[in-house]
């Protein structure tokens, strides 16, 4: 072998040699990317209620409750403000708002330990999924809800403490629904 094939053998050594490190330090990088990327959906869905939070939700539900009916037409009302929601639902609400009252009755039931409701919870956020409803309209929905809370139980009921209770309560409703499905 002359020393020019040498030369360029050693070169070809030295850049595979490269190939292979630079591949395995951004295999290395794109792992870890993807592990801390995990740890931080689970981190997201770490919100905790207080039993103050609970007495809270519990007591201003228990009032609203009786009324159930009637809020549900004030919350669609508001709902119904963003058209681009309001079509997504039928022209008969009858059942629907029958439904929604009985899953937020359901929630507050066993607010005590949510955890019980998970598979319930994701099953319902796959149905909205599958329906359509997009991420940001989720808070639009708690939005109206809270809207709906503070008109009929008067912020006499809807402390700003209350307030922040049915907030925490949402956001774990929320979160619980839409799981992994808009990642
Ligand atoms: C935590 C929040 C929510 C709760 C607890 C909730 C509750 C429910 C329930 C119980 C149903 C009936 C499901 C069934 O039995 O088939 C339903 C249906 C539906 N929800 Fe929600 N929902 C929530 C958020 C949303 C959001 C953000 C939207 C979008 C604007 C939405 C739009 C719909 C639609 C379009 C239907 C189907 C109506 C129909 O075709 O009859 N929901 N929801």
């Known amino acids: 072998m ?12 030295v850049n595979i040699g490269f ?16 592990f801390e990327r995990k740890k931080e959906k689970k981190e997201e869905v770490r919100i905790s209620l207080t039993p103050e939070d609970v007495k ?13 009916a009637l809020a549900a037409d004030i919350f669609y009302e508001k709902l119904f403000r963003d ?7 039928p022209e008969d609400m009858t059942d629907q708002k029958e439904r929604l009252m009985k899953v937020l009755s359901m929630v507050v039931g066993s607010i005590e330990d949510i955890s019980t409701l998970i ?21 639009w929905v ?13 912020k006499e009921v809807m402390t700003d403490a209350v307030v922040d209770s049915w907030l925490k309560t ?6 619980t629904m839409k799981g992994d499905l808009y990642k």
């Open 142 to 154: 708690g939005n109206c809800l809270l809207e709906t809370l503070i008109d009929a139980l008067t």
């Open 56 to 68: 809270n939700v519990k007591e201003s539900w228990a009032k609203a409750e009786p009324h159930a």
């Open 170 to 175: 949402y956001a774990i409703l929320a979160q």
């Open 83 to 89: 058209e681009e929601v309001k079509a997504l639902f």
């Open 2 to 13: 002359n020393m020019e094939v040498i030369e360029k053998y050693r070169i070809t050594t």
């Open 119 to 139: 598979p319930k919870l994701q099953h319902l956020g796959k149905i909205h999924y599958e329906k359509k409803v997009k991420e940001k309209q989720y808070d």
């Open 19 to 34: 190939l292979l490190i630079s591949t395995l330090f951004v295999s290395i990088g794109l792992m870890h990317l993807f």
